[in-house]
């Protein structure tokens, strides 16, 4: 609790200290604990390709890039949003930036928050001069905007990225566990149809891994958000993640018991995409390799987000993180070949996915 006689200038620091001490927890937690979801998934092991025997195509001549916000990327993968603020995390981005500019792809940061609050860590998320020519999505916590953060905020977490879009994240149940937790969401919606109507770039609504339904999806497409993530359940669970940092008993108790809690990823992709053919749509949540980012583009997906891998494999080396890009995009590729489709529009347009009863 702050002391009430605390000056502006103290409080803020103390909050900045606050933000950045939970993000390094956070980081350590995700790499060192198992996170994970364990009896909610993806729901992406419910659907099957089916097998092209003779796909009449040269593999070598298979198409992965597509086009997200008017960019084209050279495939459907997006590094997601994961970490920012600590000298790790400042290492992990800029490896992730520079895999981002090598192949093409897009790129989200983590919660801008703590260098708003700690200007001195601001570097972690200064990553434009290594990716330059990367599409990049600033971050920041949709609840802030409930919290003393308006516009301006908005407007420093962009200009620090040099970024093409801003991800609003949307996290309930990780406030609702975190000790000390932002859980005033009330009037929000209308705060951000304020943000998406003022800032000249995209803004993009994602969940942190317990997803978006199609009902939330049209209230915030509704309100201007020009992109969906639905970070669905079935991969990191953050209420495990702010149970396992908690340091009282209700808290890690409510991590314990809302740890599977969620919409699976796969039902966020289908039921948003039949009710909004047409937006700008991110699956993210549980995707481990290029068999599940296929699947999740043949349901309806234009990006596919992927985090622990690539954070694990940053916190390795570039190297590493090279290896893995490379074989997610020969994973895409073999999807292709093995469903007879010679690129993306294609694998969305064939009835090559079915679901198992």
């Known amino acids: 609790m702050l002391n009430p006689l605390m000056s502006r200038a103290d409080e803020t620091q103390s909050n900045a200290n606050e933000t950045q001490s939970r993000k390094a927890d956070h980081l350590k937690v995700c790499l060192e604990d198992d996170v994970q979801f364990r009896e909610t998934t993806s729901g992406l092991e419910a659907y099957h390709f089916t097998h092209t025997c003779l796909p009449e195509l040269n593999r070598d001549e298979i198409d992965i890039s597509t086009t997200f916000l008017n960019r084209s990327l050279a495939a459907p993968i997006l590094i997601s949003s994961m970490t920012g603020g600590t ?34 860590v601001a570097d972690s998320f200064q990553i434009r001069a290594i990716a330059p020519d990367a599409l990049l999505f600033a971050n920041l916590g949709a609840v802030q905007l409930n919290y003393r953060y ?124 039949h009710t909004n053919p047409s937006i700008p749509l991110i699956a993210s949540g549980g995707l481990r390799n290029g068999l599940d980012i296929a699947k999740a583009i043949a349901l309806g997906a234009d990006l596919a987000g992927l985090a622990l891998p690539l954070l694990q494999a940053a916190n390795e080396s570039e190297d590493a993180l090279h290896t893995l890009v490379e074989i997610l995009k020969a994973e895409i590729t073999t999807v292709l070949f093995c469903t007879g489709t010679a690129n993306l529009t294609q694998l969305k347009q064939s009835d090559a996915l079915t679901k198992r009863m």
């Open 150 to 273: 308006g516009i301006d905020e908005c407007f420093k977490a962009v200009e620090l990225l040099e970024a093409d879009a801003l991800i609003l994240h949307l996290n309930p149940l990780q406030e609702a566990v975190q000790t000390g937790g932002d859980t005033n969401f009330r009037g929000l919606l209308d705060k951000i149809a304020i943000v998406c109507d003022v800032l000249p770039i995209p803004v993009i609504a994602k969940e942190v891994g317990n997803g978006i339904s199609a009902v939330m999806a049209d209230k915030l497409i509704s309100a201007g958000v020009a992109a969906i993530d639905v970070a669905g359940a079935g991969g990191t669970s953050w209420a495990k993640v702010e149970g396992g940092r908690a340091q009282d008993s209700k808290q890690r108790r409510l991590g314990a018991t809302f740890a599977d809690w969620g919409i699976p990823t796969a039902d966020c992709i289908t039921e948003l995409r």
């Open 87 to 120: 000298e790790l995390a400042k290492t992990i981005n800029y490896r992730l930036a520079a895999i981002a500019q090598q192949y093409n792809l897009a790129m989200g940061v983590g919660s801008q928050r703590v260098a708003i609050e700690n200007p001195s």
